[in-house]
């Protein structure tokens, strides 16, 4: 078995309330891990077995795509919380976000729009280009920024799995209340500081 489940740098209530305990279990523990199980028996004897998980999601599609794709996005996902990290953006990604969506909040909001007007199921990502161009995207399903050559920097999840259990039908909500526990610094990290 090429690829495994990384455990959570987090207890599992560690995210409470904005995510319980009992979605990180269904969400990152059942949902995710069946991603990795079907990967894993997809590659098995294939060229794609001596791939990494990034070329796999470039190079493939179909089956193999949503499985590969839906496995690292919920990877990112859950290892960009920390209930005690920092709220906000500092130095070039803080100068960056000011630049282009005129403040902070002005991006937020933005944000949490292109995750409640996605129809369907899907993700919202913010990612950069090669000069450091930010863009905020939806994408349907298993998408990931990798395929359009986009560097992924941090991304919510808005298929109902999501947030069902903790916030029903509310998903602006949920999206609202995310920004309690994205931690600023692993962003800045991802974005290149
Ligand atoms: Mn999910």
Redesign the pocket.
């Known amino acids: 078995m090429k690829f495994s489940q990384p455990r959570l740098p987090y207890s599992i209530d560690a995210l409470a309330p904005v995510i319980s305990p009992m979605t990180i279990d269904y969400?990152y523990g059942k949902?995710?891990k069946a991603y990795i199980d079907t990967l894993n028996a997809l590659i098995e004897g294939t060229p794609f077995e001596d791939m990494t998980l990034e070329e796999i999601i470039v190079k493939s599609d179909g089956k193999l795509f949503n499985n590969a794709s839906?496995a690292w996005?919920?990877i990112f996902?859950f290892f960009q919380f920390d209930p005690n990290g920092l709220k906000e953006p500092t130095s070039k990604l803080r100068d960056k976000i000011n630049e282009q969506f005129g403040s902070f909040e002005e991006f937020k909001a933005k944000f949490e729009e292109a995750g409640t007007t996605l129809f369907g199921s899907g993700w919202v990502w913010l990612s950069a280009d090669s000069k450091g161009t930010l863009f905020i995207t939806q994408g349907k399903n298993a998408s990931n920024p990798l395929t359009e050559g986009l560097k992924p920097i941090m991304v919510f999840?808005v298929?109902e799995?999501?947030y069902y259990l903790d916030y029903q039908n509310r998903r602006a909500e949920y999206l609202k209340k995310l920004w309690d526990i994205v931690d600023w610094d692993i962003i800045s990290v991802r974005y290149g500081e």
């Open positions: 969400h949902h995710e839906q996005n919920h996902y999840d298929w799995h999501a």
